[in-house]
């Protein structure tokens, strides 16, 4: 019988290193004790540190961990990567933004000469200490199980509209709201392989938010974002309005429950919407939220010469230009901007982190509303089957879950033209597991 030469993984080398060490170095003991040559115990006890780097996870079963090219820097893959250590045991996220940002932060550091932290090097990095990306889950809205005459009778509506009143892209507009939070905890973080529970720390302002009314044109054009505070009497107080900093892309107001009321629609349609620039018929797509749809919003609507359609409950994520791909850009900025203010985030004599004032919140969203591009805005609309020619000369614009659904012929695309289109966004990665959202006990601050 040929002799077969046995491969030990990862786990069987820390297990020998461990009781190599824990028993005086004794290379003739662990000999004995495991029939391994005292060569190789000498060989394992000489890589154990790297041995560690795949002691967790699915990679604890490799037999090889000299595949692959070596690391640029060691010095400066395990420095990034005992901060890595840290800002997990925190509990903070870690993008991979940030992972790169840092890497080129000690590069500097160390003068390590042309060194650019690319795509190639996050990936090789993080195979080499075992890192992946982990995200929460979330319901999905569910679509309803008629939606396809629902699309049909939305778009046909539309149609008749356009047909009749020949609306320009600037008078065809779409406006949602939105829930923001004053903390806006990202679902992905990087994490070591393997981990069952990925914590993620916050202020204990999860369940605290306000309304965000964001409105645009199809033709990309922005209308002013409006947000909504909660406030216990529906005003905001007279000492904190004046020092709060509101920027030129905003507006603020409040609420008891810090909702879109029929009150607030009203002044959505004085102080947003606002009168008609070109004295001709606008048309505005909104969900079927009762204080858009009510008799008193309806009137006022008119009373500005403004067409509303109603998206189909339950099909906003179809064709609704903001839910389609607005909000997504709009939602990953504030994200952006919350985490970079949860890295400096201060505590209180308690212990707890303090909670993002208004200000902060208004600062966001201001930064994220201007961060969504023009062509993001048009593109969507295009897609959703909103402001598409009426000759179907464009029709391959169309969203693809929208083709059988609206009952369109699709063209081939002529050659050499430049398709607008939205921001599509892939998974991370697909190793995803839950996250445990770990919070601190504190009583609801007034910011």
Known sequence: MPFVRKRYTVKDKLDVVGWFRRNG???SAAEREYGISRKQ???WDKDYEKLLMFSKGKDSERKNIGSGAEAMNTEMDQAVFEWFKDERAEGRC???YFLQS???EVASQIRVQKFQASNGWLRRWKQRYSVGIRRGTNDAQKIPSDYKEKMSGFHSAIRALRQKWDYTDYNIANMDQTMVRFDTVPKYTNEVKGAKTVRISHTGGAKKGCTVALTASANGDKRKALI???EKNGVIGPRVLPTLKVPDNVLITATEN???TTVK???????VWGPNDDDTRRLLILDAYKPHTCQSSTDRFDEYETDIVTVPGGCTGLVQPMDTHVNKVFKERIKQQWCEWFKLAKRNCRGNYVQPTRQNIIDWISVAWEAVEEGTIRGAFKSCGISLPLDGSRNYLLSSRLVDDVGLEIEEVPPHEEIESGVHFDDEDDDTE???FVGWDQDELDI
């Open 25 to 27: 170095r004794n290379l």
């Open 41 to 43: 115990v000498r060989l």
């Open 94 to 96: 870690v993008s991979n």
């Open 102 to 104: 840092k890497a080129r």
């Open 228 to 230: 909504i505070f909660k």
């Open 258 to 260: 810090g909702w879109m």
């Open 265 to 271: 629609v009203h002044h959505f349609i004085r102080h």
């Open 434 to 436: 839950d996250i445990e």
